[in-house]
């Protein structure tokens, strides 16, 4: 069915008045944007920006602007957290001495804060707690022969023999040496002739390698009766190769005692030292 010219007609003109004021000025821009030829011959201009341009372009500047800002906030917050001019950035006056004062305004900061979160945690940094006990330096120092520390130490029972003990030296079926140990408490034996009493030249044997000592010693009888006794003891000072009495190794760090008719060996030297006394 096709309409009347009537009813065209009002379909065209039933538009707002200013909708059709709006088209009539947007088709007059358009037409005059195509068709002007510009002026003095010059090339066309470009039409002036519309309102959503212009708004468009001051976001963008706003946004560029909060840019700048948040940038140069972010140098004045350093700044003022350094006291002045960011010192981060390396130069002449910022040192070691600056660095630390940093870390340590850092770790109290951090400390604070978590001391804030839960105050009934401990810092994390406690104060070392003084001691009071035994250094070991003074005893170092009055165990210490000609600046070598002698590594063994007499016993409380240490004492003098009251046998004239003896050590015969055999190489082989020679005799080629005798000692006699009864003068003092403790005889030191090894390679380092500073502090030993009886040297070893022998490759396998310590520098201190083991220690005769005599020690007091309470017994009883089969009468209940205590009687004491001065007796000889050797004691290996954790030598390399070990101390043998009757071609038997011996604990390390023990007393272990002797008797008369023993025989020592030290390491693998093959030298034999025979122990006895004059009533022997």
Known sequence: MSESPERRHYRRDSRSPQRREY???GSGRSSSRRRSPGVGGLPPQPPPPSHRDRDRDRGGDRRGGRERERDNGYGDREGRSGGGPSRRGGGAGYNEKDREEERAVERKRFDDDVKRDDPDRPSSVEPEKPNFGNSGLLAKETNTV???VVKYNEPAEARKPTKN??????KGTEQIDL???YR???????RDTVVTDIPIAHPSCSKQ???I??????EKNEFGDVTTSIKPFIIDLESTNGTYVND???PKSRYYELRSSDVIKFGTSSREYVLLHEDA
């Open 23 to 25: 088209l009539s000025k």
């Open 146 to 148: 000609k600046g070598v």
């Open 165 to 170: 003990w003896r050590l015969y030296v055999f």
């Open 213 to 218: 000592q005599y020690r007091q010693i309470s």
């Open 184 to 190: 003092q408490s403790a005889y030191l034996i090894g």
């Open 209 to 211: 390698h083991a220690a």
């Open 179 to 181: 000692i006699h140990i």
């Open 248 to 250: 038997q190794e011996i």
